[in-house]
């Protein structure tokens, strides 16, 4: 897939890894539309690089379903769908107020997992109505997992159940959709420098940085960017989930 003639929507694109993402691919000569709920701040980055936005709740059919229908719109078609919207938790299973709020464990699932596959599925059926490229695709989904999803720390039971959901549906996902020619793929970061951590401050950034094998710093969110620019360029990568963690194994 050619970067300059891709049209992509990038859901949690107002911040963190999807802006980042949407950055790299307007620039690579892409066409974007990103989907938040952050309606303040997603006009505002789609602004500034020349993007579409439209609002979205990523768990709600209808909401979903009615942000693929303006992508479509606004690209023309869709050839690729990557999926950055979620929510982190800290929540232990039993702490000192009591167990785990059975609520928050159910939105964060809802969020990250859910709401990846109700995006994910409604891109689909409109990459199935492209014309096949070479090697006969379609598309490209590419959602975001967590290393947490195979070494997940106390307090993060829901988090990680959640992107262990993400990347145990990856194959399964790309067996689904290879009749019609669509890649998926997922990444599992590691702890990247986002807005979040920033304003953690620099001894909390230490800390973390000092975890990590090599280099021995967090991630950049352009780093996320490049791997899923490489993920759309690159035919062969399919069904696979991606660690980008500078060799960080969770103690």
């Known amino acids: ?43 505002a980055v789609a602004r500034e690089i020349g993007a579409g ?14 942000a693929i229908a303006a992508a479509g719109e606004y690209l023309g078609r869709l050839d690729a769908c990557i999926n950055c919207a979620g929510i982190a938790t800290a929540e232990r299973t039993l702490g000192r107020k009591g167990p785990h ?25 409109a990459m199935a109505e492209n014309e096949p ?9 590419v959602n975001t997992a967590s290393i947490a999803a195979f070494d997940g720390q106390k307090g993060q039971a829901a988090y ?18 290879a009749s019609l020619g669509i890649r998926v793929m997922a990444i599992a970061p590691g702890i990247f420098l986002t807005p979040m951590l920033i304003g953690l401050g620099e001894e ?4 973390l940085s000092a975890d990590v ?3 021995r710093r967090l991630g950049r969110p352009e780093e996320f960017a490049s791997l899923v620019r490489h993920i759309l360029e690159n ?16 103690q």
Do not use: H
């Open 133 to 141: 490229g070479e090697d006969g695709q379609r598309g490209v989904i």
């Open 1 to 43: 897939m050619q970067i300059s003639k891709t049209r992509a929507i990038i859901t949690g694109a107002a911040s963190g890894l999807g802006e980042a993402t949407a950055r790299a691919l307007k620039a690579g000569g892409a066409e974007v539309m990103i989907l938040d709920r952050d309606v303040a701040r997603g006009e």
């Open 235 to 250: 035919d062969y990568l399919n069904g696979e989930v991606i660690r980008l963690d500078g060799a960080l194994r969770m």
């Open 213 to 215: 094998t090599f280099p």
């Open 160 to 177: 990680a159940a959640s992107k262990a959901g993400i990347a145990g549906m990856t194959l399964p996902l790309a067996r689904d959709l």
């Open 204 to 207: 909390v950034i230490e800390g």
């Open 53 to 66: 936005f439209t609002e979205v709740d990523v768990t709600d059919e209808v909401s979903t379903a009615r």
């Open 101 to 125: 709020g059975l609520e928050s464990f159910r939105r964060t699932v809802d969020i990250n997992l859910t709401g990846t596959f109700n995006v994910l599925r409604l891109a689909a059926a």
